[in-house]
Every structure is written in structure tokens, then in C-alpha cells.
């Protein structure tokens, strides 16, 4: 048991306060260990939740700069950032929120030859990324890894995340594979609605900091999907698929690939 | 008029109760210390607030048909309609409005009927046989003694102030079809060698949860001892029950906490002295033949075959040749007022003790001359009622379950309903199951009756990968009589969708079985149990949520099965919730005093001081059985329980003197006096036990102190919430059990943090009151 600071104690009074958490499960989340895959829309409020919570480490991976368009709902990267790297933008704000906590930049893009190098390190891995090539990646290295990880997309106005624990619905479970390059509009095509990307950006935070305090039920084995249109949130429920080419009964998918066709590619410019 | 007396202070209390209500409805009342007054009268909040429900006593189940058709009107004029019949033999009108209330009780005192016992921890309703008087086995009819019993113990207030409910129930012989040998207190008829009338009796049984058998408790006694043996029970229960624990309170469970020999040496002391006491006998008048034979012509049947078919499967012949007595069927007991009202209309000509409501919410008819049931079936037929389905059916007892009552898990009546439907299509030949009884209870608590069933069904959760669905246990094959009562055992578990399906299979394989001869009991007895045990494997798998949605909506849902919604019982308001009336205003008055500015008026401080001593006052008075609401008499009955027995400090004398001599002058100065005493008294009632007893906080004042605490901090001047953190700070790095001791502030501290840690499930093992501060003393919880 860490012997909390008085500043610590402070800082963090709300959730010692919580009955679930306490003392306890802060201590756990001082000890935990967070990869936020793609700082952009969803990757920016739970960096930025998650260092205000003092997850002990959090690793930032993204080879992207700051575009003026990101900064619509990518609420970390301010205006003077614009051009800068991602990583260094982010990395700045987490620190001033919370000094305490060490933040690991990978100024890259995570591909199938170094991904799993860098999960490793970690307790809990949330997919930040805005495309599915990324998404499938993320999931294959995570369910090989055993390593839980958030799930999460939007498009438009609507949301939807999931859990993954090992053992459990893994995203190929559901969609076997990324679906074809035209059927589906990418973000700059169909657009976004900037504060759904706040919306599921802080439930996958919260999701990671429930799993490192031990505490509640994931949104595991079920989906929350949500259209912020007519603000309506449901749970679709979930369950492994015995023919899932990663984790079913006979599984095709035995290394990891870069699929090709990003569904956002006209994004850059 | 009705079967009991009323007692004569029955009147006033009523109109006490209606100036209840108006103050309750001006605010002027809390929730929680009218629904402690209320439902000891026999009224309860339904599941949709602001409505009510009013149970009506029918001591013995009996009701004339001129109570009957007025009660139908009561239903028609103030409730929705319906008149319900419940397993105690009573009825209960539903969705009242609590203006209407009192019009009702008023009423129903002019009928000579009342309310009071209806719900609480009180005497509840008497039953008996339903064919007590006219069953051609019984040894003697018991129903005087269960009608002059009630008279005698309504009038008693501590009737209603009892740990939990007590329930009294006669047989007229050893088949017991009253249900004694499964009642608190039971009375089974028998003579003894001389031919002296008299009974057996059996007690500490009952249904809820831990269902059990009663023991015998007295091999006999005189007809002439029926009351000094009920007094003594309940005295018992009065002094020595449970009343922290309301889970674990009815007489059955004393008769497990103190033992066979302590209990049967407890109740022999009570008998001993209510015996001294040589109270009257009950005053039992014999009924006698208030049966009439109209003068009125005799009609054959309209339709002769279907007339055979409703004789064999309703009417029994009685004790007195050429008279008969008549089941109609009510389904799970929903009586319409029109029905009701024809129904009184047409009984009335043969005489008052026509009607008897059953323990399985029926009407059983008495009294009919055999020559005028053409003119009854005629009626039914006309009225355009079911009454003529196989007896089996309308046999069914369901309770309400999650669909109006706080603690259901299943739907019951839903699951009931489609029982009855899918043995009505079964095929089955359903009247060779005449007189079995299927019993169906939403969740453990056996509203439905299902420990003394043949076939009984309990509402469960079960699981299917995480995910719950509505399940029953079954259970069966109780054997209820005076030899040996064995209640239901358990037989295997079912999804709520199959329930119908097993039902009708098990009732199936019962009537192929070659030991149908020996009666249900003999079937689970022998292949039966197996039998059962086979079908619940074939129907143990349940498909998928997305395969079959089904599953996972009990009967008559929309919404998949879920327990959010469950409650905790209003059943057992009581004490304890007078305490609690009082304990908030004691806190709300210790903060207002506190925050009271500097500069406020001393006759401000010295009006609060005397309201929080009051309170203070009076809040365990009702421990000590002392049923003193009132402002003058509170002060000295205080003294006299509690500080000359030396539970509180004599130091505190002054200030009760000033406050019952109203002289906020002298109290204005003596604010933290009064906060004191409240402090002492909150902790009594926190270390006061399941028997209202003070010995471990006397044993804590005798050794002068409490055990050391094993860590100190002191957290004056730290604000809130910190306070708190740093509590839980210091509760992480002790172990289970360990004490920890914190100092905290006046004011908004000791107002929040003792019941946040509270909250946590620690344990405030003292608080006291120092100079300016508080020392708390803390239990880490295991």
C-alpha cells in the first residue's frame, strides 16, 4: 500500500471519497499503466482524463501533427499547436495537469511490425485511431497480447465501444474483418459531430480506470452504441463467436498484418 | 353485525387516525412515523404512491352477505372495483385514496367490522377451516374460539406492537385443513378421555423465509385454557422476540435462538402467570342453526349434464343431512363488486352464516338446502362468471409477486395465469387432480403458500451466461395433518417460460402413475421425485437471448427480467420506525442547534434545546413498552426507565425538569446539556440489541471505558470532505477489526463524516462530546 501524500490525498479527494474506490483502489490507479493508441478526437479527452486521474503511466502513440481541423474536437491540441507533433502537444497538457504522472511518447505510427513491442509495457491499451485498418490491428495485437483494451468509434453522431478482457467478445468476434473501401464514408467525407468524440473519449477513460480499480462492470461482452441525435444510448449484448477467424475455435488469423485501404485517407492533406 | 366485537376505544382511535392523515397530507406528519400508525390499521401503500390498499378483519373467514354486498359497495365507491380475498380468509379493498380512508373505517365500524390488525406486527387475522361447522369429520366446530379470541385480543394494545406479525389459526381435527400445525400458534380440536372438549397445540410454524413446521407444544388443554395459552404465546413473543432483526423475527425463529427447553421453560412461565391472573375464558357463543330455508320455489338446473359435472367437482354434503356446501371458484381471488353484491343479494335468503372466505382465496357457500343448488347454479350461470372449470384450476394460489409487491422476483400471477391456461389445453383429465393444490409464490417469502404445497413453485434467479432470467424451485409433496406435518421439499428448478410446460408434465406422469391411489404425496414419495428430477434436466437448457428473447421476459412482461426494481416490505413498519421519526428530528434538531449564529436569541437556543430533549425524550420510550407520545407524560417516564435505571447520567435531571416545565429561559443557556443527552441516547439505541436490550452499552458505562483505540488522529481544523479522505486514509492501513479514533470538529464534521463512514460499512463504536470537538471511535469493518 503506497502511503498517499498529503498533496495526493488532495488532489484525488473525490475518488477516496467514492466507496468503491477509496484509498485503495487510488493506490491502484497511481500503479496503473495506460497506451492511448491515436490522439485525436477520442484520444484527447481520455488523455487528458486519465493524467486528471493519475493513471501512473500513460504511453501516447501517434505520427501525426496538429492540423487546424483537429482542433474542432480534439480538445487537447490547442491553437498555437497547430504543426506540432501530436505527442508533444499532448504530452505538454497532461503535465500540467498532473505532473505526477509519466507520460511515454511514440512520436510513430503503431504498425503490425512494432505494435507489439510497445503494448507489452502496458495494463490497459484504448484505440484512439480513426480508421479500421488501425482498429483490426489493435484488436488482433491485443487478443494475441491478452491484453484488455477499449474499443471505440464514431461517425457522424453516433458512437458505439466496447470492452475487451482475454477470453472474452473480441472485436473480430463481431465484424470478421474491415469492411470494402466504399462502403463506408470516411470522417472528413461524412463529418462528426465534435462533442461525441468528448462523449466516448471519456467512457473509454472511464472504462480503463474501472478496470484499475477493480471496480464496477465493463462493457464487456456487450456493445454501448449511442446516437447523440436523438441522444439515445442503448447495450447491444455480445458473445463469442465460435468462428471468429482470431479467437473462434479455428482460427485463420495467426500473425499480424497492415490491411490496407484507411477508411479515412483523404484526411491528410 | 360482524362475527367479533369491537372494542369500545376502537371508535376514537379511528378518529385519531383520520386527524392523522390530514396532518400527514398538510406535511405536518413525516412518511415514515404515518406509515408506522397505518399499517398497523390495516392499510398499506400500493406500488403506485398515493394509493392504498385496506384489509379488512373477517375473523375465521366468515362474512354474512349483508357485510358482503356492502363491502362490494365500499369496493364500487372508493376502491377499483374489486373486492380481493386473500390466503388469511379476509378482504382487501384496493386503490383507496387516503382521503376516503377513514369514510371507509367508519363504515366498516357500522357494520361491526374493522380494519385494525389488518398489516404491522400485529395479531393478524384468526382462521380457521374453511368448512369449520360443517365438515361431517371435525371433532367440533372451532369457529366460536377463533371469533371470541379475536374479540379479546383486538381490544389488547399490545396486540399491536408485537416484534412481527402473529399469526393464530384452528382445525377442527387432526387432517388440520386450517393450517395450525403451519401457524404461529395452532389449535387442533380433540376430546380428551373424559369427552372434555379441548385441543392440541402447536406452535412456532409458519411460512415465509425458513418456512417450518410448528412443534407441539401442549399434548391438551381444556377449550376453557384456549385463551391464556394464545395470551401466554403472545406475551412471550411480546418480551422476548426479535425486534432489531425484522428478518428473522417470528415466533419460529425465537423457538431457534433460545432453544427447545429454554423456550418451552419461557412459555411455561407465561402460562404460569397469565394463569394467576384467572382471566375470564373466552366468551364462546355457539353458533348454533342461524341457517334459514327460504320460502321460495326450488328450480331445476338449466342444463343437466354440465349441473352433474358442477355438483361433483363444488358441492359437499355437511354435517347436517340436507344441507350442502358450495365452492365457487374466484380467480386468484378477485371478487367484482357486481358479482359480489348479486352474490349477497341472492344468499341472503338462507340466512346469515351462508359465506366463509378460503384460505385459497375462493367462497365457500354453507347452508344451501340441497334442494335450492338449481337455483344457485341458475344464478351463477346467469351472473356470466366462471364457475364451472375442474376444481384444480381456480385451487391454484398465486401471490401478487413483482408485479405490485416490493420483494417479488417473478411474476407469480402471470406464471399462475399460463399454468392454468396450458392445463386447460393440456388434454389432461383435470378433474381426477381435484383437490390438489399448486401454490405459486413470486420469491421465497411463501405468500403464495408453497411450503404446504402438493406442487409448489418459489420465484428464483437463475443465470445463463451472466445474463439472468426469471426461474422458479419447485418443491412438493407436503404433508399437512396432526401426526406428522412435513412441508414441501425441493424437487429441482425451472426457467418461468418452461414452469406451464412442467407443470402440465408432472401433473401428467402423476395421473399414469400406478400409486395414484396414495395421493400426491405417495407419488413424490415414490417414482415421482425421479420423474421430476428427469424433466427438470430436460428443460434445464434454455436457449440464447438472441436465439429466444422469450426466457428472459417473465410472464406478462415488457421489460426483460431485471431486479432494479425490487424493494424492501412495508410489511413490519413498526417500532422501529417510530424510533426513526424521532432520531431525525433528534439530528435535525442537533444541527439546526449548532448552526444556530452567535448573536441568535437565547429564546431561540432555549426553544431548540426543549424540542431536541423531547425528542430525545421520548425516542426508546416505546423500548421499555411505554407507549407515551405526548408532550406532558414524556419527561418522567424518561426518568423514570432511564435515568433511575441508570442508563443515562442523573446529571441530566435538571434540564428534563426545565424542559417539562417548558422553561426554555433557563434551558437557552444549556444548549450542549441537550445536544449531550441526545448523544447518549443515540448511542444506546446503537448498541441496544435485537431484544430492546441496553446490556452491552450498561457493561460498556460499568468498565468505565471503551477499548483503547489502536490509532489516533486528530482531524480538527481539516474541512470537509478532507476530513473524510483522511479517515479512509488512515481505516486502509489498519486490519479488520481494528479501531481507529479521530477528532473532529463541531458542525458540518460530526454531522457528515460519522455517517459516511457509516456508509462504508465501518462500525461508529462511540461518539462523544468533548469540549468544542468530538472524539468518534471507529470499528474497521471485517
Known amino acids: 500500500m503506497i502511503d498517499l501524500t498529503e498533496d495526493q490525498l488532495e488532489r484525488y479527494s473525490r475518488h477516496i471519497i467514492l466507496k468503491d474506490i477509496g484509498v485503495e483502489g487510488q493506490s491502484k490507479i497511481l500503479e496503473f499503466k495506460v497506451l492511448i493508441i491515436g490522439l485525436g478526437g477520442l484520444g484527447a479527452p481520455a488523455a487528458l482524463y486519465l493524467a486528471a486521474a493519475g493513471v501512473g503511466t500513460i504511453g501516447i502513440a501517434d505520427g501525426d501533427t496538429v492540423d487546424l481541423s483537429n482542433l474542432q474536437r480534439q480538445v487537447i491540441h490547442f491553437t498555437a499547436d497547430v504543426g506540432k507533433r501530436k505527442v508533444i502537444s499532448a504530452m505538454e497538457k497532461m503535465k500540467a495537469i498532473n505532473p505526477d504522472t509519466n507520460v511515454v511518447v511514440y512520436d510513430e505510427k503503431l504498425v503490425a511490425a512494432n505494435i507489439a513491442g510497445v503494448i507489452k509495457d502496458y495494463d490497459f491499451i484504448i484505440d484512439g485511431t480513426d480508421n479500421f485498418p488501425a482498429k483490426f490491428l489493435i484488436n488482433d495485437a491485443c487478443v494475441m497480447g491478452k491484453k484488455p483494451f477499449s474499443h471505440g468509434g464514431i461517425l457522424r453522431f453516433e458512437g458505439q465501444t466496447v470492452t475487451y478482457l482475454p477470453g472474452h467478445t473480441c472485436y473480430r468476434c463481431v465484424f470478421t474483418g474491415p469492411p470494402p473501401k466504399s462502403s463506408v464514408p470516411s470522417c472528413s467525407e461524412a463529418g462528426v459531430l465534435g462533442a461525441i468524440a468528448g462523449m466516448l473519449g471519456t467512457i473509454q477513460a472511464a472504462e480503463a480506470i474501472k478496470y484499475a480499480a477493480g471496480v464496477g462492470r465493463l462493457l464487456v461482452d456487450r456493445m454501448l452504441v449511442f446516437d447523440a441525435l436523438k441522444m439515445d444510448f442503448r447495450t447491444v449484448p455480445l458473445s463469442r463467436n465460435p468462428r471468429c477467424p482470431l479467437c473462434g475455435e479455428n482460427p485463420s488469423i495467426r500473425e499480424l498484418v497492415d490491411h490496407e485501404q484507411p477508411a479515412c485517407d483523404i484526411r491528410r492533406k | ?782
Open chain 2, 1 to 782: 353485525m360482524g362475527s367479533y366485537e369491537i372494542p369500545a376505544g376502537l371508535t376514537g382511535e379511528i378518529k385519531d387516525f383520520s386527524c392523522l392523515i390530514n396532518e400527514f397530507k398538510n406535511g405536518r406528519v413525516a412518511a415514515k412515523e404515518f406509515k408506522a400508525i397505518r399499517v398497523p390499521f390495516g392499510m398499506y401503500e400500493q406500488r403506485e404512491e398515493g394509493t392504498y390498499m385496506i384489509r379488512i378483519r373477517c375473523a375465521a373467514g366468515i362474512i354474512t352477505p349483508g357485510e358482503l354486498g356492502h363491502i362490494a359497495s365500499l369496493a364500487a365507491r372508493y376502491g377499483d372495483g374489486t373486492i380481493h380475498i386473500t390466503t388469511r380468509q379476509e378482504p382487501q379493498l384496493h386503490y383507496v385514496k387516503l382521503e376516503d380512508a377513514p369514510k371507509i373505517m367508519e363504515e366498516l365500524i357500522g357494520l361491526g367490522l374493522s380494519s385494525r390488525g389488518g398489516g404491522g406486527n400485529t395479531v393478524r387475522n384468526i382462521t380457521v377451516s374453511e368448512d369449520a361447522g360443517v365438515d361431517p369429520y371435525e371433532v367440533f366446530d372451532v369457529t366460536p374460539y377463533a371469533v371470541a379470541l379475536t374479540s379479546r385480543f383486538i381490544a389488547e394494545p399490545d396486540s399491536w406492537t408485537l416484534p412481527r406479525k402473529f399469526k393464530f389459526a384452528f382445525s377442527g381435527s387432526g387432517a388440520d385443513k386450517g393450517l395450525s400445525t403451519v401457524s404461529d400458534l395452532g389449535f387442533i380440536a380433540r376430546v380428551d378421555g373424559n369427552g372434555r372438549k379441548g385441543f392440541k397445540v402447536y406452535a412456532a410454524g409458519g411460512m415465509g423465509a425458513r418456512s417450518s413446521a410448528g412443534k407441539l407444544l401442549l399434548e391438551f388443554i381444556p377449550d376453557t385454557e384456549v385463551y391464556n395459552a394464545a395470551k401466554a404465546a403472545k406475551e412471550l413473543f411480546w418480551k422476548h422476540g426479535n425486534r432489531r432483526n425484522k428478518h428473522a423475527a417470528r415466533l419460529r425463529f425465537l423457538w431457534d435462538s433460545l432453544g427447545e427447553a429454554e423456550f418451552r421453560r419461557l412459555f411455561g412461565e407465561e402460562y404460569s402467570r397469565v394463569k394467576e391472573r384467572a382471566y375470564q375464558p373466552l366468551d364462546v357463543k355457539e353458533t348454533g342453526e342461524t341457517s334459514r330455508v327460504p320460502d321460495i320455489a326450488a328450480e331445476g338446473p338449466g342444463n343437466a349434464a354440465d349441473f352433474a359435472l358442477w355438483k361433483d367437482r363444488f358441492v359437499s354434503m355437511q354435517k347436517r343431512k340436507g344441507f350442502m356446501s358450495v365452492t365457487l371458484p374466484v380467480e386468484f381471488g378477485f371478487l367484482g363488486h357486481e358479482h359480489a353484491s348479486g352474490l349477497a343479494g341472492f344468499i341472503s335468503v338462507f340466512g346469515d352464516d351462508t359465506v366463509r372466505f378460503t384460505r385459497d382465496q375462493n367462497i365457500r357457500l354453507r347452508n344451501i338446502p340441497e334442494k335450492y343448488l338449481g337455483n344457485l347454479y341458475n344464478f351463477l350461470i346467469k351472473s356470466g362468471v366462471s364457475f364451472n372449470r375442474p376444481q384444480v384450476l381456480d385451487g391454484i394460489v398465486s401471490c401478487a409477486g413483482a408485479s405490485t409487491c416490493q420483494l417479488g422476483i417473478c411474476l407469480s400471477r402471470g406464471a399462475a395465469k399460463a399454468v392454468i391456461n396450458k392445463l386447460e389445453n393440456s388434454g389432461l383429465d383435470l378433474d381426477g387432480l381435484k383437490g390438489l393444490k399448486i401454490n405459486i409464490s413470486g420469491c421465497p417469502n411463501s405468500c403464495g403458500q408453497h411450503p404446504v404445497a402438493d406442487l409448489g413453485f418459489s420465484g428464483k434467479v437463475l443465470r445463463k451466461n451472466g445474463r439472468m432470467y426469471p426461474a422458479y424451485k419447485i418443491s412438493g409433496g407436503a404433508v399437512i395433518n396432526d401426526v406428522g406435518t412435513k412441508l414441501a421439499g425441493d424437487l429441482g428448478e425451472v426457467s418461468s417460460r418452461d414452469l406451464p410446460s412442467i407443470a402440465a408434465d408432472i401433473l401428467g406422469a402423476y395421473l399414469l402413475d400406478a400409486d395414484r391411489a396414495k395421493g400426491f404425496q405417495g407419488f413424490i414419495a415414490g417414482s415421482g421425485k425421479k420423474e421430476i428430477e428427469r424433466l427438470c434436466a430436460k428443460y434445464a437448457e434454455i436457449p440464447e437471448f438472441e436465439e429466444d428473447r422469450n426466457y428472459y421476459y417473465d410472464w406478462g412482461a415488457k421489460e426483460p427480467f431485471s431486479l432494479a426494481t425490487r424493494g424492501s416490505g412495508e410489511c413490519s413498519a413498526g417500532v422501529s420506525d417510530l424510533i426513526e421519526v424521532d432520531m431525525d428530528n433528534i439530528a435535525r434538531l442537533q444541527k439546526e442547534i449548532l448552526s444556530l449564529e452567535r448573536t441568535a436569541p437565547g429564546a431561540r437556543r432555549g426553544e431548540l434545546a426543549r424540542e431536541l430533549i423531547f425528542y430525545s425524550s421520548r425516542a426508546l420510550l416505546v423500548t421499555r413498552g411505554v407507549d407515551e407520545r405526548a408532550e406532558k407524560g414524556v419527561f418522567g417516564e424518561f426518568i423514570e426507565h432511564f435515568i433511575d435505571s441508570g442508563l443515562v447520567s442523573g446529571s441530566y435531571r435538571d434540564i428534563l425538569c426545565e424542559a417539562s416545565r417548558n422553561d426554555a429561559g433557563s434551558l437557552a443557556g444549556k444548549a450542549e446539556e441537550a445536544l449531550s443527552l441526545a448523544e447518549r441516547v443515540k448511542y444506546l439505541y446503537g448498541a441496544m440489541d435485537s431484544s430492546f436490550s441496553f446490556d452491552a452499552a450498561s457493561r460498556v458505562q460499568a468498565a468505565g471505558d471503551i477499548a483503547r483505540p489502536g490509532v489516533s488522529r486528530d482531524l480538527r481544523g481539516v474541512a470537509c470532505p478532507m476530513n473524510f479522505v483522511k479517515t479512509k486514509m488512515e481505516l486502509s492501513k489498519l486490519n479488520p477489526g481494528d479501531t481507529l479514533e479521530i477528532l473532529l470538529d463541531d458542525g458540518s464534521p460530526i454531522e457528515n463524516v460519522p455517517g459516511s463512514v457509516k456508509a462504508e460499512g465501518h462500525e461508529i463504536v462511540a461518539s462523544e462530546k468533548k469540549n468544542g470537538y468530538w472524539s468518534l471511535l471507529i470499528r474497521k469493518k471485517a
